[in-house]
């Protein structure tokens, strides 16, 4: 498949391999960011009641800065995709990584779990922009062709980053203490991502604005014809994006939906699976590598799994991780041991690296580039309103039937039947395995 030509204007093309040295600033990025979501997982929650006073049982306290690392995270992906349209992508990106400051030294300070909490609602601000960003910004350079494989690396990249920083935090509270640890770790993290984010990353914008111009001109795509929804206005408004994204479109509705439990899984494994593993005297590196085995085969499958949705199509990838998901999730409890309880992390790792890239990509596959920006914020803040939604539904779960057990099999139940929704109202997004109708001369 040869690129399409660039743009007169701006002498821009699109592609991976044109646009090598961006894309991997673009990984290192999204490296960062996951390394500053690693940070607060596997320690922070497994020693909540020895370090920061919480009280043993206590889940919905528990889960309470996962509740509100989700609904900020969601809001600022809404924000972030609307305003990178404005002031580009490099200055959200920016923000973000300004906005992580004072994380590591409220961590190391923190009198009571409020502070912890607080740190938290920054790191969903951070999050929320900073990883948009990496995504939107790879996909204005990468051609329809490459983007499973430009959403697999970008997510392989960051959570490659959550599973080290969830090891590398684990050894370094068990050498120097918890505060000590996260404040070094985190305070390293934000400043060489800063000086990476000043010096060396471009602004993406004009790509995107190039790709626009030529499907408009009707050479943008080639030979593909994605079904974009109907009746839409080039630049709709923001409220028109967000109906379309959860309700008006029913595929796209499909996606958000789905997006939205997924995240079931990754609140349960910050937050719960660390208090169940420790409760059963597993020790905190231990920890750190069965969650770290979930974060390790979650990133690395998704170098291919990203890939294969190029070649096969995204819907039935996505309906299946959804179930495997659910499956790895309730293997967790029906058996014992370490090796068992990695075996099921990686189980629910690799259900979460066939649906992760994907369900982005067929986002991108329908979403025309003057909105694409704004339409993968809006899924976006879906996603991640599932932390805040499912972090509540596993601290009732837990609380109500008083055992962590329970919300393991909640979020199993959530996972398929959110997979069975998915393949009901779902179709076939990729552009070439399913086409829109050729249109007629007229």
């Not at 004072?102 to 922009?129: H, K």
């Not at 179930?323 to 979460?352: D, E, K, N, Y």
């Amino acid at each position: 498949m040869t690129a399409p030509a660039p743009d007169a204007d701006a002498g821009l093309s699109l592609g991976i391999l044109e646009n090598l040295t961006q894309f991997v600033h673009q990984l290192i990025q999204v490296l960062l960011v996951g390394f500053a979501l690693g940070m607060m997982r596997t320690v922070v929650p497994a020693l909540a009641e020895t370090e920061f006073g919480v009280a043993k049982g206590s889940f919905l306290l528990l889960t309470a800065f996962v509740v509100a690392f989700g609904v900020v995270k969601g809001v600022l992906n809404f924000v972030a995709g609307r305003l990178s349209e404005r002031i580009g992508r490099k200055r959200v990106l920016l923000l973000g990584w300004i906005a992580a400051i004072p994380i590591p030294v409220m961590i190391y300070l923190a009198p009571s779990w409020g502070w912890i909490v607080a740190a938290t609602v920054l790191l969903g601000v951070n999050q929320g922009l900073c990883w948009s960003m990496t995504q939107t910004s790879k996909l204005d350079f990468t051609r329809a062709d490459q983007r499973g494989l430009t959403l697999g690396l970008n997510e392989f990249a960051g959570y490659v980053g959550v599973a080290l920083a969830g090891i590398i935090t684990a050894y370094a509270a068990s050498a120097w203490g918890a505060r000590l640890g996260l404040l070094v770790f985190g305070g390293v993290v934000i400043a060489l991502a800063m000086v990476l984010t000043l010096v060396w990353v471009k602004d993406t914008l004009p790509w995107a604005k190039s790709e626009a111009a030529r499907h408009k001109a009707g050479g943008a795509m080639g030979a593909y014809r994605p079904r974009y929804p109907q009746g839409v206005a080039d630049h709709p408004t923001t409220w028109e994006v967000f109906a379309l994204m959860s309700w008006c479109d029913r595929r796209l509705a499909a996606v958000s939906q789905a997006g939205l439990v997924e995240k079931f899984v990754d609140a349960l494994v910050w937050v719960i699976l660390p208090v169940f593993l420790i409760a059963r005297g597993v020790s905190l590196p231990d920890i750190g590598w069965i969650v770290g085995w979930y974060g390790l085969v979650w990133g690395g499958s998704q170098l291919f799994t990203g890939r294969l949705s190029d070649h096969v199509g995204r819907l039935w990838p996505n309906v299946l991780g959804m179930w495997i998901c659910g499956a790895g999730v309730a293997m967790i409890v029906l058996g014992q041991g370490a090796a068992w309880w990695s075996v099921s992390a990686a189980v629910t790792g690799f259900g979460m690296a066939l649906l992760y890239p994907n369900l982005s990509a067929a986002v991108a596959d329908i979403t025309p580039p003057t909105w694409r920006g704004s339409a993968i914020g809006i899924y976006r803040f879906w996603r991640d309103l599932g932390y805040g939604i499912g972090a509540l539904g596993l601290g009732l779960t837990a609380h109500i039937y008083g055992s962590t057990e329970a919300a393991f099999w909640f979020v199993a139940l959530s996972m398929f039947a959110s997979g069975a929704v998915l393949l009901w109202w779902g179709e076939e997004t990729h552009p070439r395995l399913n086409p829109a109708p050729e249109r007629l001369p007229t």
